[in-house]
């Protein structure tokens, strides 16, 4: 049985997609191959999009929703190791983005497979070309697609029971360590020089780098009251 996708996450890819009635050529490609119709649809009635094709929402709407439960299969078989929902629904948008074969040829695939799971939103943000030119669109994609794999922690799906999780934390474990402000900067470098090329990723590092100083001070007020 596929598993099925939530209607917050298909909105959430129907948002990175957009929609557009009539085809448009590839912003990154020098012969603007492949053209896309509706929501990031490449193909029509059996053959592919063309200049002049034209489609309305319901139809895309459709398409696109058949279209993720095909992508969720292919994910689902592929990934050997458990996932929540959301991160299970960030992978469908990185594959419908870029293409089964590709996932599956992903270093991203090998690392989860191998259960590094910390390292799938480096290797989303890996993925920012197109035809050799790094695209903002792509850049931006890449951050929402992380960002939903980092949400919500663990959920209840029809694959996926509900369960905390089964060890601290690394921010956890930052917050409870004496040398915490220690542990926090020396991370806080290392992170915001990883991602040195990446504006929309260093954004998120600092909001991260902010909640791990807000828990830090939390932890020890709890811990000293006096």
Do not use: C
Request: hydrophobic share 45%; proline share 4%.
């Amino acid at each position: 049985m596929t598993r099925e996708l939530s209607q917050e996450v298909i909105a959430h890819i129907k948002q990175l997609e957009g929609f557009r009635s009539e085809a448009y050529p590839d912003p990154g490609s020098r012969d603007g191959t492949p053209w896309t119709i509706g929501y990031g649809q490449t193909r029509i009635n059996g053959r592919a999009v063309r200049q002049g094709d034209t489609i309305n929402e319901a139809s895309a709407a459709a398409w696109i929703e058949r279209e993720l439960l095909r992508v969720s299969a292919v994910v689902e078989r592929l990934v050997k190791v458990e996932l929540t929902d959301n991160q299970h629904g960030a992978l469908v948008s990185f594959t419908y983005n870029i293409g089964d074969q590709a996932f599956a040829d992903s270093t991203l695939l090998r690392k989860l497979n191998a259960g590094q799971y910390d390292a799938v939103p480096a290797q989303l943000a890996r993925w920012k070309f197109n035809d050799g030119k790094v695209m903002e669109g792509l850049i931006n994609r890449r951050a929402s697609e992380a960002g939903l794999w980092a949400r919500g922690g663990f959920a209840s799906s029809n694959t996926v029971a509900a369960q905390p999780p089964k060890e601290p934390s690394a921010i956890d474990a930052i917050v409870k360590d004496p040398g915490g402000l220690a542990g926090i900067g020396a991370a806080a470098s290392g992170l915001i020089g990883a991602i040195a090329d990446q504006p929309i990723l260093q954004i998120g590092a600092v909001v991260l780098i902010g909640v791990l100083v807000w828990r830090f001070v939390i932890a020890r007020k709890q811990a000293d009251p006096a």
